[in-house]
């Protein structure tokens, strides 16, 4: 079962703002992760973001606002996002 859109607030190089996490069929990250820096940039682009389904091959469709983050997977983080052997 695809999870959501996950949005929450981030802070990037300094900069307090809005993750957008796509939907997908696993728990890995996406390099199609986006950042908004208000509000107001998540909202213009709220309707693309509802459109955005699983699997994802790109950004959302006809997203105006925010920037890809480019975030890779990591095979050394385990599933609860914490990595206790180190």
């Not at 696993?26 to 998540?42: A, H, I, Q």
């Not at 699983?54 to 890809?68: K, L």
């Amino acid at each position: 079962m695809p999870t959501a859109v996950y949005v929450f607030s981030a802070e990037v190089d300094g900069v307090d703002g809005f993750q957008v996490d796509p939907p997908s069929h696993d728990d890995e990250l996406s390099p199609f992760s986006r950042f908004y820096s208000t509000g107001d940039e998540l909202i213009a682009d709220l309707e693309a973001l509802e459109r955005w389904r699983a699997p994802i091959e790109g950004d959302p469709p006809g997203a105006t606002r925010g920037r890809r983050l480019g975030l890779e997977p990591h095979a050394d983080v385990e599933s609860d996002g914490l990595d206790e052997g180190r």
